[in-house]
């Protein structure tokens, strides 16, 4: 088949997007972030300030969420910087637990890999959105590397932050994602597993690669 699925999950910070964006330019598919779909609902709960779970619900079921070219825009408003707030950072897991928002967003996100080969980063892309996917990849990394690597990203965007702050805010994200009952944090059974502590940006894109070429 011409038109194949690449799925690429894991916990915060162990270089996911900067990973799956590559590996879509190189193979001429559309990369799908779908952790930036769950920060734009957060986004729009926080500036309404919807607090209760039936609120939650009632703007994951009629808000429009786009991706286009990269940029992600909320009803029709691109909120691409934005959505990386650290107000965002610390709620967006406590949505992302709500069995109705993901309900929405994994409809949105079977859509967008219909017709067109994607590659699609999140938490439960190869167990759940994508289960047909036809190559599955579990990125990880040591807590400390994942930590260090977030602050350095947020220094060169002049953002101000302590690692420590940053290695608790990680660890405290993937336990939620983790221990959440409606599709938890989890390697997909036939996912290939990727410990990327100490690997390179290049020898980790060049491992999925030749996972993928030695199948194509
Ligand atoms: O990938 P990113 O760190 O931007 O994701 C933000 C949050 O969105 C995750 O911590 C998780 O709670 C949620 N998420 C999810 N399922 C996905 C993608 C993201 O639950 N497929």
């Given at each position: ?137 579990y ?47 989890k390697a997909a059974?036939?996912a ?25």
């Amino acid at each position: 088949d011409l038109v194949y699925s690449v799925a690429i999950d894991g916990p915060a910070g162990a270089g996911k997007s900067t990973v799956a964006r590559i590996i879509a330019d190189r193979l001429n598919l559309t990369y799908v972030d779908t952790g930036a779909m769950y920060r734009a609902i957060t986004l729009k709960a926080l500036e309404k300030g919807a607090l209760m779970t039936e609120e939650i619900i009632n703007i994951a079921e009629n808000c429009s969420i786009e991706i286009k070219k990269g940029r992600i825009y909320l009803d029709g408003r691109d909120v691409t910087e934005e959505i990386r707030k650290p107000s965002v950072d610390e709620k967006v897991s406590k949505v992302a637990c709500i069995p109705q928002v993901r309900q929405r967003l994994v409809k949105l996100q079977r859509e967008m890999a219909k017709d067109c080969g994607v590659v699609m980063d999140g938490r439960d892309i190869g167990t759940t959105v994508l289960p047909d996917a036809k190559y599955k990849f579990y990125l990880t990394a040591d807590i400390k590397v994942r930590a260090k690597r977030r602050y350095d990203e947020m220094l060169k965007k002049g953002i101000k932050t302590d690692l420590k702050k940053v290695e608790e805010e990680l660890a405290e994200r993937d336990r939620q994602d983790r221990e959440r009952e409606c599709s938890p944090l989890k390697a997909a059974e036939d996912a290939i597993i990727i410990d990327t502590t100490d690997k390179t940006l290049d020898e980790v894109v060049d491992e999925i690669l030749s996972h993928i070429k030695r199948r194509e």
